[in-house]
């Protein structure tokens, strides 16, 4: 709160995907609003700005609720932020919520702003064509973009500079990803829709596809490990799946969103994949990439889901397993195809008990999958001392799980075994003792390097 009464301009970055994500900022504005009506008349009026999707959809009532927000910006509008600033000073409202059919901010590199820094997010595209029937992020983000791919291994080469030990890949619908700003082309490459996967759009031609991404980045520096979120179940060709299993600094994870177990319901999500479609999309993936850890999203009490829809989502996660999960209640969100066409008559409460019910299923089917992983050895990177206990450090092993071990003197292998402890950036093996639903334990054996892993990494 100190550094607040210090600023002369506070920018809130917002999303919209979520109703609890804008309840989040309107709350932060009430408190912003004592922080502005306070300031002394001597010093520089208070600005407050707030940018991205809440900024695009909201634009009108954010600007006219209590006339405490000076500056709009949409998730498009970045570069005019200097200029919208300007206006401000003048004393006026300034808003730009266009979007742009091609805005992709390939030429300006994010700053690492904290050295210590073990992981980083690398945005590859923008916007989404899929309109799923409950999703916003087509109305708030635009039509699909990727960046050229030269200025995203330009980036990723600076993160590996900079001493960043994991990049993850961040875009709507990654496997989707298509640079054409090259020249060179490449039509060759599957996809799932002849597996019983279809798509709402007029799929592009040519350019450079995801699998030629991942390979170039996993070169870059063979001691990153590189993940990837989200790709949409419908677009995922074995070339990635063969280069997962191939490279040893991409990551043996997989983000595969289901929202529901339910035919039905998957139909009116607009989806494009039946649930038949999907179990045999995740056997495949088991069966190219061995010991593969599985995430997922899901929604529940979507419009029109009854009992039954709500407990095929409980078997699916059953039958699954999945290693990690992100289950939200669903909110309807204007402009989305579902306000316009669908009715949101499934009852809060409703929502919340099927909503409890899935967690406590997820985290049973969870626990199974990670306790495999007990009496095995792991390779973590190291990200600093647990929350809980300063005696202890975290770290995430290749499933992206949190792994708790105790801060010990261990064994550098690459150092003529000279005693050290373990620092953040640091990759260790950890011999792991136990397991739940969102944690390993186990005790430090080492420190090494990634290369070296598969050397010292005995079950």
Not at 159 to 165: A, F, I, N, P, Y
Request: net charge positive; proline share 4%; charged share 25%.
């Amino acid at each position: 709160m100190v550094f607040l009464k210090m600023a002369d301009v506070i920018l809130l970055v917002t999303c919209s995907i979520r109703e609890k994500a804008e309840q989040t900022i309107w709350n932060r504005l009430r408190q912003l609003k004592a922080l502005k009506t306070k300031r002394p008349r001597s010093r520089v009026p208070l600005r407050i700005g707030i940018l991205g999707c809440m900024a695009e959809r909201l634009k009108g009532e954010i600007l006219n609720r209590e006339k405490m927000v000076d500056l709009l910006a949409g998730p498009d509008a970045y570069r005019d932020l200097p200029r919208l600033l300007a206006v401000v000073e003048s004393g006026q409202q300034a808003a730009n919520v266009l979007l742009s059919l091609d805005e992709t901010y390939a030429d300006i590199m994010p700053v690492q702003t904290s050295p210590s820094a073990t992981s980083a997010f690398v945005s590859i595209m923008r916007g989404c064509d899929n309109m799923c029937s409950y999703c916003i992020v087509p109305f708030t983000r635009g039509r699909e973009r990727s960046r050229p791919v030269a200025s995203i291994l330009d980036e990723v080469r600076k993160l590996s500079e900079q001493g960043v030990k994991e990049v993850t890949l961040l875009g709507q619908n990654v496997n989707s990803f298509r640079d054409n700003s090259e020249v060179q082309f490449n039509n060759a490459v599957s996809t799932n829709l002849s597996r019983g996967f279809t798509t709402n759009y007029k799929t592009k031609q040519g350019g450079l596809r995801f699998s030629h991404l991942l390979d170039q980045v996993s070169r870059i520096d063979p001691e990153m490990r590189i993940r990837f979120t989200s790709p949409h179940p419908k677009d995922f060709p074995d070339e990635v799946l063969q280069l997962i299993q191939e490279r040893h600094n991409i990551c043996k994870q997989i983000h595969l969103p289901a929202q529901s177990g339910s035919n039905r319901v998957l139909d009116a999500m607009r989806r494009g994949y039946s649930r038949e479609a999907y179990v045999a999309l995740v056997h495949h993936i088991r069966d190219c990439i061995p010991g593969v850890s599985l995430s997922s999203d899901f929604i529940t009490g979507f419009c029109g889901e009854t009992e039954d829809d709500h407990l095929q989502t409980v078997s699916l996660l059953r039958e699954v397993q999945y290693n990690t999960g992100f289950l939200f209640a669903y909110s309807m969100r204007q402009k989305t195809r579902a306000y316009h066409r669908l009715k949101d008559d499934v009852p809060e409460e409703v929502k919340l008990r099927r909503l409890e019910e899935l967690i406590t299923v997820f985290r049973e089917e969870a626990s199974k999958a990670n306790e495999t992983s007990v009496g095995h050895t792991q390779l973590v990177l190291v990200e600093g001392f647990s929350k809980r206990s300063s005696t202890d450090l975290c770290g995430r092993n290749d499933a992206n799980l949190k792994v708790v071990f105790p801060d010990a003197e261990v064994e550098d292998v690459t150092n003529s075994g000279q005693k050290v402890r373990a620092q953040p950036g640091d990759y260790v093996l950890v011999k792991i003792t136990s397991a739940s639903s969102q944690t390993l334990k186990g005790h430090v054996l080492c420190r090494t390097t990634m290369k070296d892993s598969s050397v010292y990494c005995l079950t």
